[in-house]
């Protein structure tokens, strides 16, 4: 099997163009195993958030912002990291829905400077269009493919203290790709 990349992000509301960033969960994998796992928090000035984007990712920003790193270092790390795994050619990420990760990182590379499809790719692959279209065939039950209902009908457990985290979130989704795949 060839390797792919998790990702996940946590941010500070929902429109791309506006609010913030916050923080990156990515997992390198080999088919079923984790290569290695980056956990990045981003830092702003200012910050451009929603309480109801807090509120679900229990964000506090002043622990956040003491944490994260400029905006140089965090895209360093990613592309560091990249490259170590993938090499230089870009790379096609896998997530829950993952137009909205992609969309987000997008804008923050954009912002500083850097084309996002010089390292990933626009083709995604989406856990909830693979599920979307297993249930179509009958092998899922009618249940809503949020990412709370399929982690909760694939037995996979998420700690509290990690779930709606980037990393712990693309953890979870790792083994969500893997259970879909076994469907498949």
């Known amino acids: 099997m060839n390797r792919y990349l ?3 992000t946590e941010t500070g509301g929902l429109d791309p163009q506006s609010h913030s960033l916050l923080t990156i969960g990515m997992v390198a994998c080999e088919g079923s195993q984790i290569l290695e796992t980056l956990d990045l928090k981003v830092r702003h000035e200012p910050y451009v958030v929603s309480a109801g984007g807090l509120r679900v ?3 506090n920003l002043v622990t956040h912002h003491e944490a994260a790193l400029e905006h140089g270092q965090v895209i360093e790390k990613v592309m560091k990291f990249c490259k170590h795994h993938f ?3 870009p790379l ?5 829905n993952i137009s909205f990760d992609f969309e987000f990182m997008k804008c923050f590379l954009v912002l500083n400077g850097v084309d996002m499809e010089s390292r990933f790719h626009h083709r995604t692959v989406d856990t909830h269009s693979i599920a979307k279209a297993l249930r ?3 092998k899922l039950p009618q249940i809503r493919l949020s990412s709370d209902e399929l982690f909760r009908h694939f037995d996979i457990i998420v700690p509290d203290d990690q779930r709606h985290t980037a990393l712990g979130d693309a953890l979870a989704t790792h083994i969500l790709y893997l259970r879909l795949l076994e469907l498949i």
């Open 6 to 8: 998790v990702f996940d």
């Open 57 to 59: 990712n229990r964000i």
């Open 87 to 89: 090499g230089s050619e």
């Open 92 to 96: 096609t990420l896998v997530g829950h």
């Open 136 to 138: 179509e065939k009958g």
